[in-house]
């Protein structure tokens, strides 16, 4: 490394083009290409072309179903392998590192990135990221887990401010990518666009130092989003690595600082040196690459991932079809499948199935069809495509109405202004039940949409974005031959206004207030109680499941649950099992309660099967502002188990040590605290009674509603009240926390 001159260092800290990284030949280092890939690749021709909107031609791969599909799997084992199917056409394609997952939080159904991203809940979507992450680089190809960090929202994405309280940013935003981190090791952490609390996010020392580097231990290189960094020399002392893409104004200006001694040869020594290492790591995976991938194997894993993905929102029994059920077909998602969304993570799939023509195959003959509405606004639908597919409707037994969000209502770069599906879809779906009350509504949408209409329909599925193999896909769930296993990791509400960032989402010029706090998704809706259209955790199956025998135990800090599920229902299913835990007399603000753990179990009808699920004791803390450390409240905790989160069958109670420091009183504690400590209350005794007496009107003595009154005083106030002097009251502390220290006094 010392024979690489120190400007050739610099080089490489920045993109030598769009998507490759600066080759170095004095330290025999080639570049390598890089990709966006969250759900396919997209390798664009670099020595031709190379943008970041999605615009530009790329080599066919295979379209996954999108982080919104895969998560509705609620399947661990599934997202590793669809890792592992990208790093084998990455290889092909010759690309080091996969740009992806996309794990920020769903804080705002309008956020138009939302198709990309798992979870409004960060332990779903850091156990999925997780497991993607892990079969990704299991195939020898980095991954780069983004945006880091509290970019959720494209709004003004390159310059809001996230504004969010300490606690609320470690225990949710932060989450999920301190899991992939500790637990996966990514390659490279791709930094976000966004301002945190104040400060660019590519200049964030705390951030991508601090915490990331430090505190996590975090051992790859961190690489900017396409365009994110402000001013390179400030971003590489903060503990970013690689300013991508190509950028020849910022590496003179990085030399020329380096020239005038305002940046040190070990911070340009310690990137180089982190981008080295991930550059000979991808030069050894691709030596022996194959230059192809099975093509109809990788269809075939999206179409099985898709069958998962798919969620029965609603159902009165007209589901599933009979193969030979009177049924038509209407809305051109039937036959033109919105699988993957708009912006950088478009991909040019290897093929493309749709959904009309498995309906015709199962049907076993042409099934009546009528387009209703265009899904591209550019391209209007025929004048008379409304009424026709009225008519096709009257009379009919079943009408299947596809509906959902073209490509221009959600996409990367811009945020919905609502959740609503378009108004010509919502009038089509009010004439249709005007002559026939058989409605199937099967969705297509990157994200939640408001569901008005669900009282007056039979059914309602939601079909996310699927993939290229989803079309078969949601017709084999529609007729029964794939039975609907899916369930929400994002809650859809019953109005935009109850969702809990309404009124801070998308924020203005001044940055964006996360004022909800840790109330983000379905803890905001519990902590509210307010009536949803479908809960977290959501999703029905053509059998049913009885849950029974629900235990908790402790061992430490950790918890193992056991549930018995018996599939009592007619068919063989998959179901998801959901455990949360609640703390009910916590000392801290706490939600409801949080998922924090999740199995899969598939059961012939009348079969059983006793589930354990493993909590462990990092998964149950909170980020405790006053000693900087992720701790665990001791005492009595409520587990809960069931079909979603509002769908509870069993609980349990667990008794937790903990792990919460004992905090020496100080005169800045108040009597609430201080009275809360074993054996205080007597040493208090004779100073409560010269301020209060032995009595009150009631004979309550000191449990009476002056003292409640005082339960929030400093004791430093009582020297005043008291006439004590504060040397006596600091004597009286400093006994009971020697006390305490000594283990005599808890």
Not at 543 to 561: H, L
Request: aromatic share 6%.
């Amino acid at each position: 490394m010392n024979d690489v001159p120190v400007t050739r260092k610099i080089a490489l800290t920045g993109g030598l083009n769009f998507w490759n990284t600066q080759p170095i030949p004095e330290a025999d280092l080639p570049k390598i290409q890089v990709s966006d890939g969250p759900h396919g690749l997209r390798m664009q021709d670099t020595e031709v072309s190379g943008d970041h909107v999605g615009m530009g031609g790329s080599a066919p791969a295979t379209c996954f179903p999108p982080a919104v599909g895969l998560a509705s799997t609620w399947n661990r084992e599934l997202a590793g392998e669809v890792g592992a199917a990208l790093a084998e056409e990455a290889k092909a394609l010759n690309v080091g590192v996969l740009l992806g997952p996309g794990m920020n939080i769903k804080r705002d159904p309008r956020c138009g990135r939302n198709f990309e991203y798992f979870s409004e809940d960060p332990y779903v979507t850091g156990e999925l990221a997780t497991a993607f992450v892990q079969g990704v680089q299991g195939g020898g190809v980095g991954t780069s887990p983004k945006h880091f960090a509290a970019n959720n929202q494209e709004t003004d994405r390159l310059r809001r401010d996230s504004q969010i309280d300490e606690r609320p940013l470690r225990d949710i935003y932060l989450n999920a990518f301190r899991k992939v981190v500790t637990q996966a090791q990514p390659w490279t952490i791709m930094c976000s666009y966004n301002k945190l609390n104040g400060t660019q996010v590519s200049n964030h020392r705390w951030l991508l130092t601090d915490v990331l580097k430090n505190e996590w231990g975090f051992e790859g290189l961190v690489v900017s989003d396409w365009g994110a960094v402000v001013d390179r020399v400030a971003a590489l002392k903060a503990g970013l690595d690689l300013e991508m893409p190509a950028n020849a104004a910022a590496e003179r200006a990085t030399v020329a600082a380096y020239e005038a001694g305002d940046l040190d040869e070990a911070t340009i020594d310690g990137a180089y040196q982190r981008v080295a290492r991930i550059v000979r790591k991808a030069v050894d995976s691709l030596a022996d690459a194959p230059d192809s991938f099975d093509v109809e194997g990788h269809h075939a894993l999206g179409r099985r991932a898709a069958e998962q993905a798919i969620v029965l929102l609603a159902n009165d029994g007209v589901l599933p079809l009979a193969k030979d059920a009177d049924v038509v077909v209407i809305g051109e998602f039937a036959r033109t499948p919105r699988y993957q969304g708009a912006g950088s993570s478009r991909v040019n799939p290897t093929k493309v199935d749709n959904t009309l023509d498995r309906i015709n195959e199962l049907a076993g003959s042409q099934v009546p069809f009528a387009p209703g509405f265009s899904t591209q606004p550019n391209k209007p639908a025929p004048q008379n495509a409304h009424a026709e597919a009225v008519e096709l409707a009257r009379g009919a037994g079943t009408v299947l109405l596809f509906l959902g969000l073209g490509e221009a209502h959600e996409s990367e770069g811009y945020d919905r202004d609502d959740i609503d599906l378009p108004a010509e879809q919502l009038a089509l779906l009010d004439d249709i039940l005007a002559v026939n009350e058989n409605v199937v509504v099967v969705l297509s949408n990157g994200s939640s949409v408001l569901l008005p209409f669900r009282a007056k329909v039979r059914a309602i599925v939601e079909g996310w974005l699927l993939g290229q193999a989803g079309g078969p896909a949601l017709a084999d769930v529609l007729y029964g031959e794939v039975n609907p296993s899916g369930k929400l990791t994002e809650t859809i509400p019953e109005r935009l206004e109850d969702v809990p960032s309404f009124y801070n989402f998308p924020g203005d010029v001044n940055g964006v207030r996360y004022g909800e706090g840790l109330f983000v998704g379905y803890r905001g809706y519990d902590k509210a109680n307010l009536d949803v259209a479908y809960p977290f955790g959501h999703g029905l199956s053509y059998t049913s499941f009885a849950y029974a025998d629900v235990s908790a135990t402790a061992s430490g800090n950790a918890i193992t649950v056991q549930v018995t599920v018996t599939n009592t229902g007619e068919r063989a299913g998959r179901e998801v099992v959901q455990v949360y835990v609640s703390k009910p007399d916590s000392e801290v603000v706490r939600v409801p309660r949080e998922l924090k753990g999740f199995a899969d179990v598939t059961l012939e009808p009348g079969a059983s099967e006793t589930l354990t699920i493993e909590i462990p004791a990092e998964e149950l803390g909170y980020w405790e502002v006053r000693d900087a450390a992720h701790v665990i409240e001791g005492g009595t905790y409520v587990v809960e188990v069931g079909a979603s989160s509002r769908d509870l069958r069993g609980r349990a109670g667990v008794e937790l040590e903990g792990d919460a420091p004992v905090r020496p009183l100080t005169m800045q504690s108040t009597m609430g605290e201080a009275l809360s400590v074993p054996g205080f209350a007597d040493r208090l005794q004779a100073m409560m009674a010269d301020l209060f007496g032995t009595g009150d009107q009631d004979g309550e003595g000191l449990g009476s509603d002056a003292m409640r009154m005082m339960q929030d005083f400093p004791i430093r106030g009582m020297a005043g009240f008291t006439g004590r002097e504060p040397e006596e009251l600091q004597a009286m502390l400093d006994e009971v926390n020697a006390s305490r220290a000594s283990g005599a006094d808890r």
